[in-house]
Every structure is written in structure tokens, then in C-alpha cells.
């Protein structure tokens, strides 16, 4: 089986993270082939972000016929629907791959992102997935999706400090973590904060060997036509 997994920034140290977590979650014997765009914003932060890195994803998509399944690395969900319209494969968010498996194991859950203009996006895509009424919160860290490539200790803790006051404020029992950037934070803060801290790379790794697996292939009926 052969993943594609697009960072659709052009920030390579980010891919590189994105593509460790992915080859780690991903079964032995499936191929990750982890790239990012070449063309668009270095992050992803807001409509504006969203909007412009759409053609370089595609450009990449479509360099990679022969993929299996397709997971797009921003928690924004950017660019999935296009995708879909240009391959059969199955195509999988990250964003989305993290709300339907925190809802999977807890009856609530909060998201930790980068900045606070990001929030109304975020808050959008839940509602069209019809997992609002699961998501307790979406909370802003304020740190740049950059900074998430300096492993400043002090970065970190904005991010801890969000996800206390969710297990305090909002009475969460899982955390999604709101950025592909965020991926090699998963497990030491599951462990720190003993509940299920949710990667998005890792559980749309998985969903999408699973449909492969499944033989299930995106509809061409009508809307991905």
C-alpha cells in the first residue's frame, strides 16, 4: 500500500515531522511518500493560508497517481475537497481524522491550536462534520505554527497550559492537538496529563489503510465528480 501523505506548506522541517510520525503509525509494509507544496504561505494560519496553498497541494496530488490514499496534513482540512475531485483514492484529513477519534473515545473533547484566528475555521469544520456538539472548545495557544519548529520549552508550555485549563474549564476527557506541527507532542502529553491527547497525522495514517484495506474508494456519483 502506498500513502501519500502532502503537507500543503512549504515548511520541509515541518514534512519531516509530519513524515516520522506517519512512517510510526502507519503498518510495516505500507510506503509512506510524506512532501509538502513547493508553491504557497510557509504556514497555514487562517482563510487567507487556507486559500492560497490550494494549488500547490494539487500540483503535488497530482505528481502521485498511483497513491493509494491521500492524507492531508493541515488540521484546517485544506484543500481536502479538491483533492477528492481529482482522484479516486481515498482522501483524508487530519483535522478530521482527530475529531472523529477523539469522539471514538471520550464524550467530549476540547482542540488546542495555533493562533486565535484560526478558531473560526476550526469551529466551522466541525460543524459541517456534525461533531460540534462534541467538541466542548477549540482554544487558541497563540503560538505560531513556525515557532512549533524551534522546540522552544516555552511554546510548550502555552500548549500545556491550554490543555490544563480544558481538563479544569471544559471538563474535556480527550485532547485534540489543532496543528500537524504538534504531531511529536502526542504521547509524553498523554502521559503528563493522563487522558488521550489526539494526533491527527497518526489517526489519518491509520483510517486511510484502513478504507484501502476496506477496498473503499472516494463516490464519483455527483459532488467528486
Do not use: W
Not at 50 to 68: I, N, Q, R
Not at 107 to 134: H, M, Q
Not at 136 to 143: H, I, P, Q
Not at 178 to 193: K, P, R, Y
Amino acid at each position: 500500500m502506498k500513502l501519500l501523505v502532502v503537507n500543503p506548506n512549504t515548511t520541509a522541517s515541518m514534512t519531516r515531522k509530519i513524515a516520522a510520525a506517519a512512517r510510526e503509525a502507519a503498518h510495516p509494509e505500507t510506503e509512506i511518500i510524506a512532501t509538502n507544496s513547493q508553491v504557497g504561505p510557509a504556514s497555514i494560519q487562517g482563510y487567507l493560508d487556507v486559500s492560497t496553498c490550494v494549488p500547490g497541494l494539487l500540483d503535488v496530488v497530482k505528481d502521485y497517481p498511483d497513491a493509494d490514499a491521500i492524507v492531508v496534513a493541515c488540521f484546517d482540512d485544506t484543500g481536502v475537497d479538491a483533492v477528492r475531485c481529482v482522484t479516486s483514492a481515498p482522501v483524508i484529513g487530519v483535522g478530521e481524522a482527530a475529531y472523529h477519534a477523539a469522539s471514538m473515545i471520550s464524550p467530549k473533547f476540547s482542540v488546542i491550536t495555533t493562533l486565535s484566528r484560526s478558531l473560526a475555521g476550526l469551529e466551522a469544520n466541525l460543524l459541517r462534520y456534525g461533531l460540534d456538539r462534541r467538541c466542548v472548545k477549540v482554544r487558541a495557544s497563540d503560538v505560531p505554527v513556525l515557532k512549533l519548529e524551534e522546540n522552544d520549552p516555552k511554546s510548550v508550555d502555552k500548549i500545556r497550559a491550554e490543555i490544563r485549563a480544558a481538563i479544569d474549564e471544559d471538563r474535556a476527557e480527550a485532547i485534540v492537538l489543532g496543528c500537524a506541527g504538534m504531531t511529536d507532542l502526542m504521547s509524553h502529553l498523554s502521559e503528563e496529563f493522563g487522558l488521550p491527547v489526539v494526533d491527527g497525522v497518526a489517526c489519518a495514517v491509520t483510517f486511510a489503510e484502513a478504507l484501502v484495506k476496506a477496498k473503499l474508494k472516494t463516490s464519483k456519483l455527483c459532488s467528486y465528480a
